[in-house]
């Protein structure tokens, strides 16, 4: 039986403008996570945290965090687009057309518009990816453009693995 390594993610001469990746985990929003980031991050604005209050908006019911939903569409992308990563630079045109609410599920995916080698330091590229954020219903709940610097292939550091050594039965 052959040993094969697992995904280790992108480096900056694996990606082409133009292509799209489906992010492969979804994650259902919950109740407590809305409720955790909100008061972890200080954030008093009552329709994250208060089904109360939140019963008297426009929505009827609380509404996801925002930050938080733009923490996760960008945590949805890491596997596909910044595994590699040397920096993140900034995100850019985050707009949110609909609200995400406790009990969605989101996934994402993100498209390469832009390349270019860095100018400042030769073992990194900068790639820019817009990542749209979705409901269970395809329901579009964010879109942002993020810039990174991603390792080229054999110029960033390594994850320390351990060798196992295999039992004999």
Not at 9 to 34: M, Q, S
Not at 104 to 130: H, N
Request: aromatic share 10%; hydrophobic share 35%; glycine share 8%.
């Amino acid at each position: 039986m052959a040993n094969k390594p697992g995904w280790n993610g992108r480096f900056y001469e694996d990606f082409e403008v133009g292509d799209v990746y489906e992010h492969p985990l979804g994650r259902t929003i919950t109740a407590t996570d809305n409720s955790w980031f909100t008061l972890l991050t200080q954030n008093t604005a009552h329709p994250h945290f208060d089904p109360h209050y939140a019963a008297q908006t426009e929505f009827g019911r609380p509404i996801v965090n925002s930050c938080l939903t733009l923490a996760l569409v960008t945590g949805q992308s890491v596997t596909d687009v910044s595994q590699n990563v040397f920096a993140n630079l900034g995100w850019d045109e985050v707009r949110m057309p609909h609200p995400l609410f406790e009990g969605d599920t989101v996934y994402s995916r993100s498209e390469v518009l832009a390349l270019r080698p860095s100018r400042s330091r030769e073992s990194t590229g900068l790639v820019t990816v817009r990542t749209t954020g979705y409901t269970q219903e395809g329901t579009v709940v964010i879109t942002f453009t993020r810039t990174l610097l991603v390792y080229r292939q054999g110029r960033g550091p390594t994850s320390a693995r351990p060798s196992v050594v295999a039992e004999e039965r």
